[in-house]
């Protein structure tokens, strides 16, 4: 990939790809049998020519690894990633050589670059641990996979595709954010919980009664080259990757008393309207008595309960720090406010403590022991898994507006916001570019207008 070499007929063909890999293959063995006549003289050297000549069996065994239809190349790019390359007009020679370009990085990521990685299960199990966070200075447990697979296939496209392919899910993803914005900015802008969430909850309602066909596609085919198709499906899969765990995390049952005294309302809301500085944080934590009422929700707090506050103040800061995930472009630092702080204590001290997290990855069991402690995680300087962070804040956010009396408007916002994502993930299912922003336009006219 990227060379400026270009293949020609018989070098884009795959059986000549399969005879190219057999001689790599044996190109070190080779070496060594060199060597090794040298120091122990030439009895076994027509032993090594036996063995050259077998690549000639190898080349259809790489054949058949490409083609097989139970598990080839070819049919698992279908399987998992919806990339038929049978379908492709290969008439010229750009879409041959694409081919081929393709099913070798393929094979040498599962030979040679990364052997010990199963990459049709990652591209099986879509999560946010696939996503590709370099460019933020992240690391994700599968993102460096998805990393190379992206600079390979970026080097063979050229800027102009690329910039026009990562501007239409910029203008998709954007709009969509947008949308929720803008009705999480006017929800929290009115006064009475109940009337907002029954209005709610009655947009949410017209918006799933509304049939619309499962695969409404007018076009299944493909409008870009295949490295550039390929391209596009790793985008879709990691944005499917965000949605599907967003999904799986707002699906997780609350564990926890989100109600409030009525008496203590207006005072939550004086401390959401009071920013906080996250280097203040520790010194706010340090007055317990007055801070043990808003946690505890309730005037009489024992000593004992007191005395836990102390203890997760560690954990404040860290989970508090899990919202850097939350959208990375926004320094969370600078939208903190006293509650903040009291909803974190809360999580902490009122949420189920042995909580796990009942959520798995591609090859989850080669990164850690066990599913993590949802509390547990905050013990550690470690960051969590960003499934993880997600729910933290998820916690945390639930808190907040439960304790401003809110949490009814909370629970019907994440339902219009599951609705959402559940319309993007057909989105990003889509076969081509145009389909995508049809189906983009169908679902975002109606969820506007409702």
Known sequence: MGSDYELNDEECQIDFLARKISIEKASDPKKDMEEWCKSRGRSDILAYKTQIESTKEEAKEVVRLFLRRDGGYVDQLKRYLNLDLDCFDYSGIRNQQERVKILYLIYRMKKKDSPNTNI???????????????????????????????????????????????????????????????IQTKLDSLCSDGCVSNNLSSIINKIESIDIPHKPYTSTKYELSPIETFYLRILQHEQIGQITDILFINSIKARSDYSIPESMIDAMKKMAATPIKFDEIETFLEDTNKLAPFIYKKENVSKNEKKRINNPKGKVLRLIQCFDRVDPMVDYKDHLDQLHIISALQVLLLDEKNEIFDYTFADYQDHMKHKPHVQGALKIDTDPIDALKLYLTRKLTDHWYANLGRYRTRCEFLKLQNVCDKALLKIFSCPNISEMKRIHTIYFKIFYNS
């Open 120 to 182: 049709w299960q990652i591209f099986n199990k879509p999560t946010m641990e696939n996503i590709d966070d370099f460019f933020l200075d992240w690391k994700t447990k599968n993102g460096d996979i998805i990393h190379h697979i992206k600079s390979n296939l970026e080097k063979e496209i050229s800027p102009h595709i690329r910039k026009k392919i990562n501007q239409d899910f910029c203008f998709i993803t954007t709009s969509w954010n947008c949308f929720l914005s803008e």
